[in-house]
């Protein structure tokens, strides 16, 4: 499904990079099934944006009726939309320090290393194309700070 890597700040998305392996989600059948969550959200979503190649976060409609069952438009939300809801998720759970898109995906990538992933597979998860990449080795080197 996501074999080929989309564009980045620092990839242009060509499809020349690809993925070894594709990531997926693997059913629960509990009431946190991410697949179960996932055709929910889904189901909100307007009809062309409804395939692999879509972003999956979506601005949110605010001027939708209230009958309908479309939530979000054909847009992307934007990276400071996120960022503030990375901002507000952290004080509704009561987290403290400096909160951003950058510092999640740092957390997962050093909670993965913790938990003594493979270097590789934990890079092919993060987009890493190098295992010796700045990014990665800086967060390597101090996840036990995590």
């Not at 409609?61 to 939530?71: D, M, Y």
């Not at 510092?103 to 909670?111: E, L, N, Q, W």
Request: glycine share 6%; net charge positive; aromatic share 8%.
């Amino acid at each position: 499904m996501w074999k080929a890597e989309r564009g980045s700040k620092t990839r242009l998305g060509d499809g020349t990079h690809q993925r070894t392996f594709n990531p997926t989600a693997q059913a629960t059948n509990n009431e946190r099934c991410p697949v179960k969550l996932f055709k929910k959200f889904s189901a909100h979503r307007p009809e062309k944006t409804r395939h692999p190649g879509s972003p999956f976060f979506l601005a949110i409609n605010h001027k939708r009726k209230p009958e309908s069952q479309i939530w979000y438009c054909n847009s992307p939300l934007g990276k400071n939309a996120i960022g503030k809801f990375f901002v507000n998720a952290a004080k509704a759970t009561g987290l403290h320090g400096n909160i951003s898109n950058h510092s999640v995906r740092k957390t997962c990538i050093s909670r993965l290393m913790d938990a003594d992933l493979p270097e590789n597979y934990v890079a092919q998860l993060s987009g890493h194309k190098n295992l010796k990449s700045r990014h990665l080795k800086a967060i390597s080197d101090e996840c036990q700070w995590y």
